[in-house]
């Protein structure tokens, strides 16, 4: 799909997400969704932050900005230079810096989702694909979008009929932000964007009634 062909350039944000093969679940029981966060979050930390998540039984969606390139050059400088050296080898046009970061944030999502089916798997007494072949993104193109996309993803719970009301559902970052909770969230950066708490939950309901659309 062409979605899956955007590059994840350095700081910009992107809403990342993914669905189960079929009818399947990507999480079964409340372990599943602690394992995922305890797995992934390490992984992205090192080159992303999160903005906004929700995870439901059978999808996931994550609002995430890039790092800046010169943090990214800096944890990857070995790892850049031999895959540059490995597509010069191949006469490959693709040894621009950013083509490169684009290949290794997308190695370490596929890695970790890789890793995370496998356990499931296990557990489950399960085999083959669990997830869609390749997770997709969009890129956020303004403020006023990153706002409805942090409305969009809190929201889907609601949308697709896994609880009546947002803040009941607890694998999202939506009461952590509200309320201030730790956590890996960047909580104070987006009540600044929302300006506010009380305009945090006013934008939220706004979005939910306008029609759910971004």
């Excluded at 895959?83 to 490959?92: D, I, Y």
């Excluded at 009941?168 to 309320?179: A, T």
Aim: glycine share 4%; proline share 2%; charged share 30%.
């Amino acid at each position: 799909m062409a979605l899956n062909r955007i590059l994840l350039e350095p700081g910009s944000e992107y809403h990342i997400y993914n669905h189960a093969v079929g009818w399947d679940n990507l999480f079964q029981e409340e372990e599943n969704y602690r394992f995922f966060l305890s797995k992934l979050i390490p992984r992205i930390s090192p080159f992303s932050d999160v903005l906004a998540y929700c995870l439901m039984p059978n999808h996931f969606h994550f609002v995430i900005r890039i790092k800046e390139k010169k943090e990214l050059v800096k944890l990857w400088q070995e790892k850049l230079k031999l895959l540059k050296e490995k597509r010069l080898k191949k006469n490959s046009d693709e040894t621009a810096d950013h083509f490169l970061i684009d290949r290794l944030i997308i190695n370490e999502f596929g890695n970790f989702f890789n890793s995370y089916v496998q356990a499931y798997n296990k557990v489950y007494r399960r085999y083959g694909s669990l997830l869609k072949e390749s997770f997709q993104r969009k890129i956020v193109t303004s403020d006023t979008h990153l706002l409805k996309l942090i409305c969009y993803v809190h929201n889907n719970p609601v949308a697709h009929g896994f609880t009546s009301r947002r803040e009941r559902w607890k694998h999202s970052s939506y009461l952590d932000i509200l309320n201030r909770r730790k956590s890996f969230v960047l909580i104070e950066e987006v009540l600044e964007l929302f300006k506010g708490a009380e305009n945090y939950v006013q934008l939220h309901d706004q979005f939910l009634r306008s029609g759910y659309d971004i």
